[in-house]
Nanobody, 122 residues
Framework: QVQLVESGGGLVQPGGSLRLSCAASESRSGIYAMGWYRQAPGKQRELVAVIARDGSTNYGDSVKGRFTISRDNAKNTVYLQMNNLKPEDTAVYYC????????????????WGQGTQVTVSS
C-alpha cells in the first residue's frame, strides 16, 4: 500500500506561481508512474500531468506550456510547478500513482492522495 501526501496548495493571484509536492510513503516509489489530476466544483476530475518511471511526461491541453511535472525518486516525491496561473486553474489537485502507466493516465490506478486546494483569484 502506498500513501500519497500532497502539499503546496494555497491562494495565488492570476499570473502567479505555485509548486505542489506529492510525497509517497513507499521507498520504491520510483517504480511507479505518478500524476496530478484536478477537480473543480461541479466539474469532472481531469488530467493535469503524468510522469512515467523513465521521466517521460504527458500534459492536459489546458496546462501545456504553463505547468511542469517532475520527480525526485531519491525523495519519493513528484512535483507540479504551476506558472501563469489562471482563475480556471482553481480546483482541488490530487496526486495519483500506480505501477502501470496506462492506469495512471486513465485515472484508474490504485493510489490517490487526499488533495490540496489551489485557488487563483485577485
Amino acid at each position: 500500500q502506498v500513501q500519497l501526501v500532497e502539499s503546496g496548495g494555497g491562494l495565488v493571484q492570476p499570473g502567479g506561481s505555485l509548486r505542489l509536492s506529492c510525497a509517497a510513503s513507499e521507498s520504491r516509489s520510483g517504480i511507479y508512474a505518478m500524476g496530478w489530476y484536478r477537480q473543480a466544483p461541479g466539474k469532472q476530475r481531469e488530467l493535469v500531468a503524468v510522469i512515467a518511471r523513465d521521466g517521460s511526461t504527458n500534459y492536459g491541453d489546458s496546462v501545456k506550456g504553463r505547468f511542469t511535472i517532475s520527480r525526485d525518486n531519491a525523495k519519493n516525491t513528484v512535483y507540479l510547478q504551476m506558472n501563469n496561473l489562471k482563475p480556471e486553474d482553481t480546483a482541488v489537485y490530487y496526486c495519483h500513482a500506480d505501477r502501470n502507466y496506462i492506469d495512471v493516465i486513465t485515472s484508474r490506478g490504485n493510489f490517490w492522495g487526499q488533495g490540496t486546494q489551489v485557488t487563483v483569484s485577485s
